[in-house]
């Protein structure tokens, strides 16, 4: 794995007995909760072993397919959705949609074959907040699934870079579309005013009575229907549509 690789994650797996800062998720006794889907059982296996190898991480589920998965996704609880795309009796897309309707606070994160912006953007629409190519990643799984659990993003680096270069060419001012603009809940309006208020996220999660990691998600989704990438931008495309 590359230097450049490894850099797209910000959170390194500790060495054994080393600390995990308080404020993160995933500590002793309270692990992150992974439900892992895909029809490659070797890939499966590699990736299994190395969830299982961080005390951070629970493997709570393995699916081959889309019908296995959606079974064990209603009767089990999890934290982080790691699907394949390509599933040998469907598309995993079907499977974020339907995890992350039934639970938003789900984080997902695609392990796929498929390396076009096109699936990547689809994903992303639908929720996901990690995008890795397989066999690019190996090593990475466990930190990808800590980052996107604690606020962040894991993106293959080579598809970060065609994203963000796809981002620099949009034309300056450009706006996001209506449509996406109006999607947000009531909840996410509320939060967004709050932001606009200058309250920080713990604030807000003590006036909705609401924990900060919620806030967290509130505010990735906003930003994701939003299409900004800050929450000044956030507060300032809100106005521009009227939703403040």
Not at 101 to 124: G, M, R
Not at 172 to 184: F, I, K, V
Not at 208 to 214: E, N, V
Request: with cysteine.
């Amino acid at each position: 794995m590359s230097a450049t690789a490894e850099a797209t994650f910000a959170h390194p797996a500790p060495r054994e007995g080393a600390p995990w800062p308080g404020h993160l998720v995933g500590q002793a006794g309270q692990p992150v909760r992974v439900l892992l889907v895909d029809d490659d059982a070797h890939l499966r296996r590699v990736v299994a072993g190395e969830l299982l190898a961080d005390h951070r991480i629970e493997l709570v589920g393995q699916a081959q397919s889309l019908r296995e998965a959606r079974a064990m996704a209603g009767r089990q609880p999890f934290d982080v959705l790691l699907v394949d795309l390509n599933l040998g009796d469907g598309s995993g897309f079907s499977l974020i949609e339907q995890v992350r309707q039934k639970n938003p606070l789900v984080e997902v994160v695609v392990i796929s074959a498929l390396a076009d912006d096109q699936h990547a953007l689809h994903a992303f629409e639908l929720g996901a907040m990690g995008y890795l190519l397989k066999h690019d990643c190996f090593g990475n799984f466990a930190q990808a699934v800590l980052q996107v659990v604690n606020g962040g993003a894991a993106i293959t680096p080579a598809l970060a870079r065609r994203l963000i270069q796809r981002l620099d060419a949009r034309p300056a001012g450009a706006a996001a579309p209506r449509a996406a603009c109006e999607s947000l809940s009531d909840r996410e309006r509320e939060v967004l005013k709050m932001v606009a208020a200058g309250y920080t996220n713990p604030e807000i999660g003590e006036r909705l009575a609401i924990s900060a990691l919620t806030v967290n998600a509130h505010i990735r989704n906003i930003n994701r229907k939003l299409q900004v990438r800050s929450r000044a931008q956030a507060v300032g495309r809100a106005m521009e549509r009227g939703l403040l």
